[in-house]
């Protein structure tokens, strides 16, 4: 509803509203007293707003704060920008009716809810003078991401890191249905909110609404003072119990009784608006009395915040060359990314952070221990102590943290098994929405990209079995807008060593890299790695006959292990059938497979053919699931000549699981020796024989495998080449 130049209100509805209007009261409350405190106070604070559909309220105080009018000059604090903002509400060309990056001072997309508690805890972490208002609808509450999130504080070190103060706002109902939380009563609130940890003070009087829930929101902030200083003083509390509100409204708290009438005649627009003012006077912008608790600093107002657009500070990345391994040796690339972490956290004290839900020690990474901690406030082994480990099994809690971390300024990086990242999938589709939506403004700056890093992959599984084979968070990936999307599997350490420092330098990206975390070969020495992850993929020369010079057959490994399978075929192949001429590559950036133009790093199709020939057949052994290949190949010219082998939801362990998802040596020399018969005669004339003598070595290995229950000695030994 809006007013007309008349005086007299104007009646206007939109479908687009919905039924979520019971929001806007309870969040533009929020705001006025967070306005209020912050103009006596000079409290530095920000402001997430989980409800989703929240945006009518958070706009209109945007602004009446006039960031709207300094981020989108049409929206103008006058009759003309208030017109606009409404009429083009929800609509195309105009905001959206939930928060997203178009609006100032947001650092959390509405839409899917149950990440506000935790992105809230990610933005404070080194921020020590921030204060986060997040506030957290009963129906979000009811989603098991919100539900671990409250445990966050566990996480904070209130020397290093600042506040989160959590506004449960009950109105009982989601849509039409009632809700968990509505349905509790004031003790059983209080016992659960007290079993978490939190100091809870409930706010219901709704004939004095205003005056406690100013007086909540002041009592709420003393004591995260006081909390800070004592901490910060070296007398840190012990378990502090950190202060949240519960407000209790009812469903459709002062929304109209009617469409048209009464709401409408208790409107009064000209008590909040000039309106056929006096001289000087700006036609349709708000009163004095309106804006009168509006930080008098712009840069202190909720929608100009720059640590929600602007706070972006590059990591000092360490140079990789220096913790290189020798060319040939045997080592994990866990353990070698594990020491190069080690020296990015000393470098980087105080905007980097790993988030991990699974630890690090098994993923190979506790390196970092020997400079850092676990920042595990109520472990009496690691309170007090600082630490830049995030260790708790919940990946929503992890992503959550990551993304309030990375949006506000730093970097982080998330490691984890493979097969369980994808609980975030949905999470990280609406980061990139974000994102995308951030990269179309002309006023957010950079930020630090989101690294993942997946190990503990299905090719090597040691203990584990079935359950933990599940690489399909790289399709995932695969399907974000190209200019977002990074992939990469290194297939050393070494090369690892070069991704990572890549990574970590690398802006306003979705960066995966896949990896094992068990010794494996290092193939390349570090000036070979740097060159070949430059080009994202190269022609491996000492595994390839005459260096790869017209070739019969190309050999392809994209991942660790299924490389290892690749070179393992191609030492095969030169003991067995010495006249086949083999090409080896390895990709290790997954991008350049694409055609010409669909991904910034696409191969031009004169470099593909340069690399993979114009008409040799090419043997694809691909980490993943092979349909993402043909995916990425779509496009690009004779694909009839390209198999492609990968995971094929076969589990068992180790060489088995190369063996029962045809990606081990025997099924890539196999395939090879047929390949390569349609363009060498003399390989022709024995192919049949020699590929069915390859294909009978599997069986051999199978059973020794089911009698000793372990591998065939050798099975991890080095390939040999004359020139390796």
Known sequence: MFYSSESSPRKTSSHACLDTGELAPALSSYTAHMNRIIKTTGLDALYVVGPGHGAPAILACLWLEEALACFWPRYSRDRAGLTRLITKFSTPGGFPSHINAETPGCIHEGGELGYALSVSFGAIMDNPNL??????????????????????????????????????????????????????????????????????????????????????????????????????????????????????????????????????????????????????????????????????????????????????????????????????????????????????????????????????????????????????????????????????????????????????????????????????????????????????????????????????????????????????????????????????????????????????????YINLMVGSKQPTTAWLSPEEADRHCVAGASVWKFASVDEGVNPDVVLVGIGTEVTFEVISAAALLRKLVPALRVRVINVTDLMILGPWGSHPHALSNEDFESLFTPDRHVIINYHSYPIEVKGLLSGRPNLERMTIAGYQEEGTYDISMMLCNHVSRYHVAAAAVRAGALFNAKVASEAHELATYIMHLIAQDKKYILHEGRDPDGTYDTPVFDKF
């Not at 800070?228 to 070296?234: D, F, M, W």
């Not at 459709?252 to 409408?264: A, R, S, V």
Request: charged share 25%; net charge negative.
């Open 131 to 508: 204060v986060v208002t997040c506030v957290v609808g009963d129906g979000e509450a009811e989603t098991g991401p919100t539900a671990t999130a409250w445990h966050g504080y566990k996480y904070i070190d209130p020397v290093e890191s600042g506040a989160v103060l959590p506004i449960l706002h009950l109105n009982g109902f989601k849509i039409s249905e009632r809700t968990i939380f509505g349905c509790m009563d004031d003790k059983e609130l209080i016992a659960l909110f007290s079993g978490y940890g939190y100091q809870v003070c409930i706010v219901d009087d709704m004939q004095n609404i205003d005056r406690d829930l100013a007086t909540a929101m002041e009592c709420a902030l003393s004591e995260i003072s006081r909390i800070q200083q004592a901490a910060r003083s070296g007398k840190p509390i012990v378990k502090p119990r950190w202060p949240m509100i519960i407000l209790r409204t009812p469903k459709g708290w002062t929304g109209p009784k009617e469409l048209h009438g009464e709401f409408i005649e208790g409107y009064r627009p000209e008590e909040l608006f000039v309106i056929q003012g006096k001289e000087g006077e700006t036609e349709g912008a708000p009163r004095d009395e309106v804006t009168e608790i509006i930080p008098t600093l712009k840069d202190k107002r909720l929608g100009f915040r720059k640590e929600a657009y602007a706070a972006f500070q590059p990591l000092e990345v360490p140079e990789w060359m220096p913790f290189g391994v020798q060319r040939g040796s045997e080592v994990s690339c866990m353990k070698t990314i594990g020491s190069f972490l080690r020296e990015v956290i000393k470098k980087n004290p105080t905007t980097f952070r790993i988030f991990s839900p699974d630890e690090l020690v098994s993923n190979k990474l506790d390196a970092v221990f020997d400079v850092t901690g676990r920042n595990f406030q109520w472990d009496v082994a690691s309170r007090a102590q600082g630490g830049r480990v995030i260790e708790i099994l919940s990946e929503h809690t992890c992503q959550g943290m990551l993304q309030g971390y990375t949006l506000t300024g730093r970097t982080a990086l998330f490691p984890t098994y493979e097969a369980f990242i994808g609980i975030v999938h949905t999470m990280m589709v609406q980061y990139s929405k974000f994102t995308k939506m951030a990269h179309e403004t002309d006023w957010r700056t950079d930020v630090g990209s989101v690294n993942y890093l997946e190990t503990s992959t299905w090719a090597r599984q040691e203990h584990n079995g079935f359950s933990h084979q599940n690489p399909s968070f790289i399709g995932a990936v695969l399907n974000l807008k190209p200019k977002l999307a990074r992939v990469y599997l290194p297939p050393d350490a070494n090369c690892f060593l070069s991704t990572m420092a890549h990574c970590l330098r690398a802006k306003n």
